[in-house]
């Protein structure tokens, strides 16, 4: 799909705007910049692509409001060649996000018609995380630990095995909460392998479902 200046001048216009919403990271901006949002979205809502909203893309999932892909992936801290778990692959969306950040992928998605799109559509307009069909809530145990692990769904509660998963000194951003609404929430494993937590407000995600929900 084309990427012409008329695009890249809207991307222009919405990084301006998450700037002005207390995104401070360059490098994430710099990344939001670079990724051609309207490549992940339905035709019907091309037009709406580089408005500050989320956005349905079918199997009963959105891609996320840029201002949120941001807010996770500066609470992420990614330096460059960061071993990255990202729970729910969704559009691939902030896949790309994370890879233009430098990050190295493994993403997993629960929904087979998103898994099997995304990991065409990705790899097709320069995008190649390592992609995965199963249930975020184990994680990826055969290629752990991760420096960093996010997750892009409402999560009731925080999967064990993705704390168990995480380097000491890696972080964990994950919304937390079983309704309509989820706290943000940042877990740091320390190097004693304790756990430090903060939370940064609410946020508005579809629910990440356990395996026995989806199949």
């Known amino acids: 799909m084309e990427d012409n200046y008329r695009h ?10 998450i700037r002005a919403k ?10 939001l910049e670079k990724v051609p949002r309207h490549v992940f979205m339905d035709n019907a809502f091309l037009g ?5 909203k989320a956005f349905p893309i079918g199997s009963g999932q959105t891609i996320s409001q840029p201002y949120t892909v941001a807010f996770q992936s500066q609470l992420l801290e990614i330096t460059k060649g ?3 778990l990202e729970i729910g692959t969704g559009s691939g969306y902030q896949t790309a996000v994370l890879l233009e950040l430098g990050a190295k992928v493994y993403t997993i998605e629960r929904q087979k018609a998103l898994y099997d799109k995304t990991r065409q559509m990705l790899p097709a307009i320069g995008y190649d995380p390592k992609f995965f069909y199963g249930d975020g809530y184990k994680g990826l145990p055969a290629f752990a630990p991760f420096d ?6 409402g999560a009731p509660f925080v999967p064990q095995p993705l704390l168990d998963q ?35 407000g609410s946020f508005k995600f579809v629910p990440l479902l356990t395996e026995r929900e989806w199949k």
């Open 8 to 17: 890249k001048g809207l991307r222009k216009k919405l990084v301006e705007e």
């Open 22 to 31: 207390g995104i401070t990271g360059e490098n994430v901006l710099q990344a």
């Open 48 to 52: 709406f692509a580089y408005q500050d």
């Open 82 to 84: 960061d071993k990255v």
């Open 148 to 153: 960093k692990i996010l997750v892009t769904a």
């Open 166 to 200: 995480l380097k000491p000194g890696g972080r964990l951003v994950i919304p937390v909460g079983s309704g309509d609404v989820q706290v943000m929430t940042l877990f740091i494993k320390k190097h004693d392998l304790s756990l430090e937590k903060h939370e940064f």
